[in-house]
DNA sequence: TGATGATAGTTTATTACTAAACTAATAAAA
DNA sequence: TTTTATTAGTTTAGTAATAAACTATCATCA
């Protein structure tokens, strides 16, 4: 029984991501916001308070203040101060950041779709069955 | 037929990725490497020319310099004019850079690995199968 | 040859990121 | 209560990363 070797596949994996994320960012570039802050904006719906997003994203909560005040600025989000804890500030997509989000991810998947074009139907979903185990 | 949501198993991924990078970062710090570091040391023997460095792990040449730099002053690496090419530098490994290299991902394997321990053994291969098509 | 364009790697100048320290609000315990 | 501990988010201060520009070598072709 040949055991599977978890460096390569990380590697391998790692290699995948970067790469889509590279060949996408020029363009996410162009819709005005970086590739970090459209993964933030894509998550502001489901964890709408920026501790959460430092969770979920793995990145400092200094990075999530940042990122939060150029979406802000550039008008795809706006935040509340939330009524029943006065630190917590809740973020809302605007009308403008959905349709940007919309756009970015639809980069995003267009590129990698493109990779994952190798894989059939069957295999494709397989492939998210079994990311979601992992997440 | 339920179409697979791409964007989703981005996601999915990414934060995957992220998460056991965040988790082994400190780590992997102690070996007196920073992560990035460490995978330009895990291609040195693959692509021992900085500008391969460069494409394969998608960023920046003048980042492969300073990590290259860096490595060389730890004593992971040393460099060699290419006699072929006099503008190329050929990266080899040292033995200590093997060894820091091996235990460096090792931690990664480990961290990833737990994660891995939630699919039995035939979903793993699968999982494994499935990338190595997409890379 | 020698002139032109391309490539390898570095340096520089600047931006991006984040650790550490901070303020403010909440929660729990004394 | 009030004190201690925790949590949310920000600011500051310093490091990390990189785009743009540079040097040196190589490749091609007139």
Known sequence: MPKIDVGKIWSLNYRLLMSVITSVAPDITELGLET???FVLAEVEVHPH???LAGVLSMPKPSVTMYVKRLEAA?????EIDGSDLR?????LTPEGRKTMARGLALLSKAFGARLA????AQQSELATLLEKLS
Chains 1, 2 share one sequence.
């Open 75 to 79: 008008g795809f989000v706006r935040r």
């Open 36 to 38: 970090k802050e459209l």
């Open 50 to 52: 920026p501790a959460e």
């Open 88 to 92: 917590r500030h809740r973020l809302i």
């Open 118 to 121: 190798r894989l059939n139907s």
